[in-house]
């Protein structure tokens, strides 16, 4: 972990320091996505793992910085783990929303991303749907999900056809709903 003291200053980055034994272990830690609660004010930080008890390939782990500053040991997330390979995740910044890419079935793919919902901060994951075509797509691999701060836009990679390489960035926008309302008529229409 590094910090600054000026969120401004991209060059005031101290020298990285291991968080210790607590949140690592003897396996693979990686992928590491820090979540600030702003109505409780309770941080957390998703990585992935191929600790016990799920062991390889990877999966979905949860730690939580403590009042003294160190951070909790990590707790497999349950609802968003599966048998097969689940990669690191991208957390709206409200922590109600996550994506993550997976191997698991279920998918048009080889490799999906996936997105879990949840009521609250302090609510456990709904279980992972595919996010579907066109950010999946058949015979491809979807994976690196990357949220923008509004949570419209979507940053990925694929080796889908049409590309450059092996795993090129591609983008996805999604339209808000709005609520629509003329006379006694009342709808959702896209904006």
């Given amino acids: 972990m590094s910090r600054r003291t000026n969120k401004h200053n991209d060059f005031g980055w101290q020298e990285p320091v291991n968080l210790g034994c607590t949140i690592n272990s003897e396996f ?4 590491a996505m820090y979540l600030e609660d702003e109505e409780t004010g ?3 930080m998703y990585f992935i793992s191929n600790r016990p008890p799920a062991g ?3 999966h979905i782990y949860v730690s939580t910085l403590g009042d003294d500053g ?14 097969f390979l689940d990669q690191r995740p991208a957390i709206r910044r409200d922590g109600l929303e996550i994506f993550l ?12 991303i996936w997105v879990s919902t949840r009521e609250t901060a302090a609510d456990p994951w709904s279980t992972p749907v595919t996010v579907g075509p066109p950010i999946n797509k058949a015979g491809s691999v979807s994976g690196g999900p990357a949220l923008s701060w509004d949570a419209t836009t979507l940053y ?9 390489g092996a795993h090129d960035v591609y983008v996805s926008t999604r339209h808000k ?5 003329r006379g006694d008529e009342s709808g959702q229409v896209r904006g």
Avoid: A, Y
Avoid at 70 to 83: F, Q, R
Avoid at 101 to 112: I, L, Q
């Fill in 28 to 31: 693979s830690e990686e992928s």
């Fill in 42 to 44: 309770i941080i957390t």
């Fill in 56 to 58: 390889p390939p990877g």
């Fill in 70 to 83: 160190s951070w909790g040991p990590g707790v497999l997330v349950t609802e968003l783990s599966s048998p």
């Fill in 101 to 112: 890419p997976s191997m698991r079935p279920g998918g048009v793919g080889v490799g999906n």
């Fill in 156 to 164: 990925f990679t694929s080796d889908r056809p049409g590309g450059f």
């Fill in 177 to 181: 709903l709005r609520e629509h309302k």
